[in-house]
DNA sequence: TTTATACATCAATATTCATTGATTGATCAA
DNA sequence: TTGATCAATCAATGAATATTGATGTATAAA
């Protein structure tokens, strides 16, 4: 049992957070993410900015919406993405609970 | 020009991105990282914690080397691998950029 | 010197991921 | 209705990654 309900980077699953971390490592993707920054943009503003053709787009946005990095909000006949700062939070919290590790430097067991 | 020296999240560089992300979207990579958290460990020690082929995790301890993640410090026959908490610093501190945008919302532009 | 250990690297294979073009379903306007 | 637009999905191909076992190199011990 934990003090708080929190989920912490220790017990996170791990495939949830290698998925995290692979829909970040393509930069179509990241850059998606870049311009999500200014807030929510339908599918077809993103193909004109990004002059690129609509199914790749479809399918990067896709792994980001599956990895909950963004949310995305039907409206007509349009979709419109935005990010998903909590799932930002999470890989935050994450990257943070590696660095600020206690590094005992322990004494270097030899094999 | 930039008011100090740093290097801002907005102006890194993308490969550079892609390849930190994707050391990280790994299992095995993710959970070296974790043991490494305690200090220092040769390649040896790791492989007899993951029981698993040595050549193996020489090919992912790469991966997080090349990506910045790790450093090795050769000592006589074993290679001493250990986080570099700076790198694991700036995805951190990327991570934040991605988040704490004004997020203006724009106003949904038709297409 | 020989032999063993630690580790990297290579070659071959298997797996996973990205891109493209075509198709489909839904919404909306004429 | 019909035709156009937005966006998801599919199938086919190509590219990048991961795994395994074998080999190579350096260090250290016998």
New interface residues.
Partial sequence: MYKNGMTTAATRS??K??RL??A????TR??L??QL??????V??LT?TFKTGQSRLSFHLRVLKDAGLVTDRPEGR?I?YS?N?DA??E??DL??W??D??????P??R?
Avoid: I, P
């Fill in positions: 791990l495939g957070t290698v971390f692979h970040l490592s393509d930069e990241l850059r993410l870049e920054r200014d807030g929510e943009q339908c077809c503003e004109d349009w419109y990010l700062r930002l939070r890989v935050e990257v943070a590696l660095k590790s206690s590094s005992r430097n322990m270097a067991r094999c």
